[in-house]
Nanobody
Framework: QVQLVESGGGLVQPGGSLRLSCAAS????????VGWYRQAPGKQRELVAA???????NYADSVKGRFAISRDSANNRVYLQMNSLKPEDTAVYYC???????????????WGQGTQVTVSS
């Protein structure tokens, strides 16, 4: 079993910052690609940022230069630093980790429970 626990969401004023965390625990042999997604009301879930096991990153155009994804592989944690937040960043944010539970098993995706980020004055 693998569990993902997210934290760090909340209410912030435009221009402010938040740092989201995603902690993985349980049966983990390796964590491969990791991503942060978000879903605003009435919209589809979209990829915000991703990072490979080698540290290569990819960002949605709407967050480039403002958000930064990072990972602490030793502690099975992933972070999303969000700066210069805008009202349009308001959404539920989800972490997604490709995890291999045992060396003989294929990787499979796991989702966090979601954390609300609201950007409003």
């Amino acid at each position: 079993q693998v569990q993902l626990v997210e934290s760090g969401g909340g209410l912030v004023q435009p221009g402010g910052s938040l740092r989201l965390s995603c902690a993985a625990s349980g049966s983990i042999f390796s964590i491969n690609a990791v991503g942060w997604y978000r879903q605003a009301p009435g919209k589809q879930r979209e990829l915000v940022a991703a990072i490979t096991s080698r540290g290569n990153t990819n960002y949605a155009d709407s967050v480039k230069g403002r958000f930064a994804i990072s990972r602490d592989s030793a502690n099975n944690r992933v972070y999303l630093q969000m700066n210069s937040l805008k009202p349009e960043d308001t959404a539920v944010y989800y972490c997604n980790l490709d995890i291999q539970s045992r060396h003989y098993e294929p990787t499979r995706p796991y989702w966090g429970q979601g954390t609300q980020v609201t950007v409003s004055s």
